[in-house]
């Protein structure tokens, strides 16, 4: 399985402070995730990546901004946050769309451990 | 307005028994589909996938079925096993779409033993 991980793993915030989630994958994809998970709503795509410096708004992208300078890494920041940013939130990767990984279907994305964010 | 729907947010089977989990999507461009399973506290974790251009993909004891004119597909799990007890994540995606995956909702699978 990729190599993906995520930092902090456990977050505690207060409204209107600043927050950055980080996403660090070693197996070189060129496609990276930002999704939240909240009960009743399944996973919701917040921003992506397709490439370095490339990227695009998701399903839910109000009030959170990415950044990606390396192919490796991929931020998340929620600029000043507030109680309905409290979610799960999971990064995942992927390789392009028509290489095969391991045998599997080619738009698999690996998902990391996920960071759970409360904003009191 | 959701391109995929799980309907069912619970199912509760015997151990032995087959699970049905069931999934319907709205958008005809959809060309792949992608079953992920999630227990609590990690991340969800792919299980089985099937392309717009077959009816059928087995891997062990998961089958999952496409029915491109109803828009459905279904994941079967024979023979259940406690251990299959998660969250199940139906998905799909369109080609060309940057490998966006649009997610269900979940539906939470229960194997009694």
């Known amino acids: 399985d990729a190599g993906i991980t995520q930092s902090p793993r456990h977050k505690v915030t207060e409204t209107g402070t600043p927050v950055t989630l980080r996403c660090h994958q070693t197996?070189?994809?060129?496609?990276m995730y930002w999704y939240r998970q909240d009960p009743g709503h399944g996973l919701r795509l917040i921003h992506y990546s397709y490439g370095v410096k490339d990227t695009d708004k998701g399903e839910v992208s109000d009030g959170y901004s990415v950044s990606r300078s390396k192919t490796e890494d991929f931020l998340l920041t929620l600029e000043s946050a507030t109680s309905s940013q409290t979610s799960v939130y999971f990064c995942?990767?992927?390789?392009?769309?028509?290489?095969?990984?391991?045998?599997?279907?080619?738009?698999?994305?690996?998902f990391g451990p996920g960071t759970r964010l409360t904003v009191l | 307005d959701q391109q995929v729907k799980q309907n069912s947010p619970s199912l509760s089977v015997q151990e032995g028994r087959i699970s049905i989990l069931n999934c319907d999507y709205t958008?005809?461009?959809?060309?792949?589909f992608l079953w992920y399973k999630k227990y609590p506290a990690e991340g969800p974790t792919f299980l089985i996938s099937?392309?717009?251009?077959?009816d059928k993909n087995e891997d062990g004891r998961f089958t999952v079925f496409l029915n491109k004119s109803a828009k459905h597909l279904s994941l079967h799990i024979v023979p259940s096993q406690p251990g299959d007890s998660a969250v199940y994540f139906c998905?799909?995606?369109?080609?060309?779409?940057?490998?966006?995956?649009?997610f269900g909702k979940g539906t939470k699978l229960t194997v009694n033993p």
């Open positions: 197996e070189n994809h060129r496609y």
């Open positions: 995942a990767s992927s390789t392009s769309g028509r290489a095969s990984h391991a045998g599997r279907g080619f738009r698999e994305q690996f």
């Open positions: 958008n005809s461009m959809f060309d792949y």
């Open positions: 099937i392309s717009s251009i077959k």
């Open positions: 998905a799909a995606s369109v080609q060309g779409g940057s490998e966006k995956l649009v």
